[in-house]
């Protein structure tokens, strides 16, 4: 396997190295059962010329070598910065003191097997250093995805303070300003009560605009209904709203009718999720029509939303390092902190997100007193 990033679902790499074929062989059949890839090398430099190619786990060397001997191997493995932290295990059937130990824990050794070897032990041994590989790999992997994350939603932010600005300059400062200028104009001016009536109406009217859009930009940062009323609510208004604006036909399912109020967080969440979602699907799908369904089941909450688009991508659906923007790496950080899950899969046509939690309900007065 060459450098590049690592999936749960791949091999890893583990380098067996002895001079002798025989050895080489019985190394093979004791760890196959591991499932892992086992590369060969039959001298200490041929290790080293495959460890440059390779991402290994876990080098597994003889001691007694012509040439370069198993602890020089070792030496010269930790003197490279990519191989610090791989694990080295020796096996012997020379060295077997206390001093040879010492030594081999000296040049970089995680672990020292004698000959005859058990098969159990070894595959034991050898399977706990491919599980830490695999671990560390893997945080590696989301550390950077969560990096990558903060870096694009300090840029969101950005963009939508720009894009909130640009709104209440562009609109409603400039019907401020309008109605501003007419009320001045009142007071300057000795007008026919019939022109101060139609510019008090024009003000209303630039006023009663302003307002709208003041109630637009509030209900797009939070929805007071969702406070108010319950997710149910603001689900519709926010669905109906999409509909007006894109053309996107929407459809709303749930399941029971009488759906309970959850925890404000957790209505929060459940409220942002579809909000992306359906964002996602009006700017990539090229869908006429989108369903969300929310359904109560054992103790969870299922909640999908489905389009009739073009579908995603392969590497998207599998939520692959690097493929997956801001809004699908923000609902599933979402999910994950309720302890849920959310699947993406190609629904031919369309696209089918699945989000599934644990339902926290609310408390019977805190309902009564909330609703």
Partial sequence: MTRHEMTQHEKINILMVDDQPGKLLSYEVMLQQLGENLIKANSAKEALELLLKNDVAVVLTDVSMP?????????????????????????????????????????????????????????????????????????????????????????????????????????LGQELTATKMILDGILLQETSPQLQRQSVAEACALVESSLRQVRSVSHLLHPPLLDEVGLLSALRWYLDGLTKRSGIQTFLDVQPIEFPRLEPEQETAVFRVVQEALTNVYRHSGAHNGWVSMTKRDGGIVITVRDDGKGVEESVAHFSPGSIGIGIGGMKQRVKEFGGELRLTNAHPGTLLEVIIPAVTRAPHTAAITA
């Fill in 67 to 171: 040439e370069l001997d198993g602890f020089e191997l070792a030496e010269l493995i930790r003197q490279h910065p990519r191989f610090q932290e791989t694990a080295i295990i020796f096996i012997s059937a020379v060295h077997l003191t206390d001093i040879d130990r010492l030594e081999a824990y000296h040049r970089g050794a995680v672990d020292y097997i004698s000959v005859p070897i058990v098969p159990e032990l070894l595959r034991a041994k050898v399977r706990v250093f491919t599980e830490l590989y695999r671990r560390t790999k893997q945080l590696g992997i989301l550390n950077r995805e969560l990096q990558h994350l903060s870096s694009r939603l300090i840029v969101m932010q950005d963009e939508e303070r720009r894009r909130i600005a640009r709104e209440l300059h562009d609109g």
